[in-house]
């Protein structure tokens, strides 16, 4: 804990981790970007290991990670933590990609999860350190925990700690003062016990700039992170959110995505605005052979970045195109590409997991 701190309520925070003093001598917030604002580079970790994937599944899961990287690279700069003993894996893969790799000591691959979340204020940028704890202590995590500050230091910016504790895919904002997140993650006591929506919505305005929450209930235990939000609803620009929707009834996020169309449906945003809201729908039919309930079967699990939309296709003629269709609609100015990633689905999570935006400075 810094010596100089400011305090709210009965949690002492450090000064430096929400606002900064201009030359006005006004204090400003920090803010987080929308996603589709301009990229400096996405962070991602060929983080893989056999110890969770499996023998089998581990050599599917770095292609995947391959493509994904290769495919972002077309349109901006990515980072990549890569152990060591895998740089000849990685760069075997990656081929002549415009792909860094820098070495690091990572559990797994889950970018979005563990890395920082990347601020912006007063012509400088910070990385928010949101205390990764392997999704509620379902996963080991000692070296997972780390890689917040290992992305922050080379990307040479301040962290910024916080007693929070949360993972990027179970926030969602708009850029504009507006966030959306799932209570199955945030409020489960394996994250943030005794903490009250009242406690959180006050934490992320002081770190993040973030005027008002929307709260979907999302859904806790049935997949390893509680049910983050970036499976759920993602905003498209201000106003605008793109909502998953699952057709069968006998899948658990039948009546919760639902639920979640209800409550976006009745939300204003922190402009006051009433949000327009756009649906995906999950594929019915999987290419992906074995596929439990741990497979991440949907498309809203989607990265904006620098020109492009890249998004998962499961091998359903009907609801990859009709993906496509909605993505290439909602982002006129992006190309919206579409690939094969079903050994990371497999793991449960799907190409926004993989990944981190930082913006540019």
Known sequence: MSDCTLTLGNRARPSGSYLQRGGSGMER???????????????????????????????????????????????EPVSMLVRQNEFDVARSLLGSANVELFAAEIDDLWMRDTGPVFVQGNDTKAGVDFNFNGWGGKQRHGRDATVATVVDGHAGVETVHTDLVLEGGGLEVDGEGTAIITESCVLNKNRNPGWTKTDVEAELEHLLGIEK??????????????????????????????????????????????????????????????????????????????????FAAGYINFYVCNGGVIAPEFGDPDTDSAAHATLARLFPDRQVVQIDIDAVAAGGGGIHCTTQQEPVD
């Open 29 to 75: 917030r920090r803010v987080m970007p929308d996603e589709a604002a301009p990229h400096k580079r996405t962070w991602m970790a060929f983080g893989a290991s056999e110890a969770i994937w499996g023998r089998e599944l581990l050599p599917r899961v770095q292609r995947d990670l391959a493509r994904i990287a290769t495919t972002i690279a077309r349109f």
């Open 213 to 294: 929450v929307i709260w979907l209930p999302g859904i806790a235990g049935h997949d390893i992170t509680d049910g983050h939000t970036d499976f759920y609803a993602r905003f498209v620009r201000p106003g605008v959110v793109v909502a998953a929707l699952d057709n069968d009834e006998e899948s658990f996020d039948y009546d919760v995505t639902r639920r979640h169309l209800d409550i976006l449906h009745n939300a204003t945003d922190a402009q006051g605005r009433p949000l327009e809201i756009e649906t995906l729908e999950v594929p019915s039919h999987l290419r992906y052979r074995g596929a439990d309930d741990d």
